[in-house]
């Protein structure tokens, strides 16, 4: 089975603060995904990256950076968290490819910035 | 772009009875569309897919999905429904960037099952 982990289920950060969510994958994906999960606004892509090094903007990409050195790890990077980046994060990876595509997702993280 | 709507947050059915949880869409091109699933404190997980062929996709659990061209909908469905079901219900479409694919959501659709 594939496995996506990420690095905490919960996390408690204060305004200003740099932080970072990990995401990694077991099954050589090539693409990884990062989203936010609000309450009547769904799943919304922040970031997402094809390839080692590569990276693309989402739909929300601002206050956030991303990095994969390694094409299992995915991070997402909060510079200077901010009250309403309170959400659970999500992280995703799957195939490149047509009839195969499916996105497999890791259980979340619920980032509260205080 | 390629978008998809979910026009109900929360649909509340009886154990036993069929269960519909409704999406349209609206896309250039062909649709591929996804239907996912999260139980409480869990990630996403895939249901079932349409990309082409039958309009009647069959996925995990006993769900299937109708794919209607002249609607542009894309519903859930299952016979008979499951206080197990309970859960939040995404729909999503593929969009090619020319890089990646990526899929775009619904708002979601909670689940209720009652006994």
């Known amino acids: 089975d594939v496995k996506v982990t990420q690095s905490s289920r919960y996390l408690v950060k204060r305004t200003g603060e740099k932080v970072f969510l990990e995401c990694v994958q077991d099954m050589d994906h090539e693409n990884m995904f990062w989203y936010r999960q609000d309450p009547g606004l769904g799943l919304r892509l922040i970031y997402f990256?094809?390839?080692?090094?590569?990276?693309e903007k989402g739909d929300i990409p601002e206050g956030y950076s991303v990095s994969r050195e390694k094409k299992e790890r995915f991070s997402l990077i909060l510079e200077s968290a901010s009250t309403n980046q309170t959400s659970m994060y999500l992280c995703?990876?799957?195939?490149?490819?047509?009839?195969?595509?499916?996105?497999?997702f890791g259980p979340g993280t619920r980032l509260t910035v205080t | 772009a390629q978008s998809v709507a979910q026009p109900e947050d929360q649909v509340n059915v009886a154990e036993g009875n069929p269960l519909t949880v409704k999406c349209t869409y609206s896309?250039?091109?062909?649709?591929?569309l996804f239907w996912y699933v999260q139980y409480p404190n869990r990630g996403l997980q895939f249901l079932l897919k349409y990309i082409t062929g039958d309009n009647l996709v069959k996925g995990s659990y006993g769900f299937e999905a109708e794919f209607n061209k002249s609607q542009t909908s894309f519903n859930l469905k299952k016979p008979s429904a499951l206080v197990s079901d309970s859960a939040l219900y995404f729909c999503a479409v593929r969009e090619d960037t020319g890089t990646a694919s990526k899929l775009t959501f619904g708002t979601g659709t909670r689940l209720q099952v009652t006994l």
């Open positions: 896309v250039s091109g062909n649709p591929y």
């Open positions: 995703a990876s799957s195939l490149w490819g047509t009839s195969t595509y499916e996105q497999y």
């Open positions: 990256s094809y390839d080692v090094k590569m990276k």
